[in-house]
């Protein structure tokens, strides 16, 4: 049973995460680089480039290690952190329907904070030796 949920972790940290890169983070991350002016949500006042570079790390840098199963408890926080901004800040006035992906997501990667990556991971590898 334990091997399942090995396998399990590692479904959900793989899939999660890649979908993450490449439907979200990834267009933020070309942003970043294309330079110009810079228009995004602004976090608390820290200014928009700040906010976007916190949203590639918590979109594209962090769930890269969650993928891979390298620090993931720690990289799952910053994921955690990034979705539930979104959720609750960014899409406060919205419908539900629209905050419904920062949810699923926030929860995800709080799943993945809480439970670690599992055997299948680089973390797992580490603790071995």
């Known amino acids: 049973m334990k091997n399942l949920n090995d396998i399990s972790l590692l479904v959900l940290r793989v899939s ?3 979908l993450m890169i490449t439907q979200h983070g990834w267009r933020k991350f070309e942003k970043l680089l294309a330079g110009g002016k810079i228009e995004f ?4 006042g820290i200014g928009e480039t700040p ?7 918590g979109e594209v840098i962090a ?8 620090f993931t408890r720690i990289a799952a ?5 990034t979705m539930a901004v979104a ?6 006035g919205d419908p539900f329907s629209d905050k419904e992906h920062a949810l699923m997501y926030a929860l995800v990667f709080l799943c993945v904070m809480l439970s670690g990556a599992g055997q299948y991971s680089l973390d797992h590898r580490l603790r071995k030796r």
């Open 41 to 44: 949500y602004d976090f608390m």
């Open 87 to 92: 959720a609750f800040m960014v899409h406060a």
């Open 16 to 18: 999660m995460s890649a």
């Open 63 to 70: 769930p890269a290690f969650i993928l891979l199963g390298l």
């Open 51 to 57: 906010t976007l570079v916190l949203t590639v790390l």
């Open 77 to 81: 926080a910053p994921a955690f952190i």
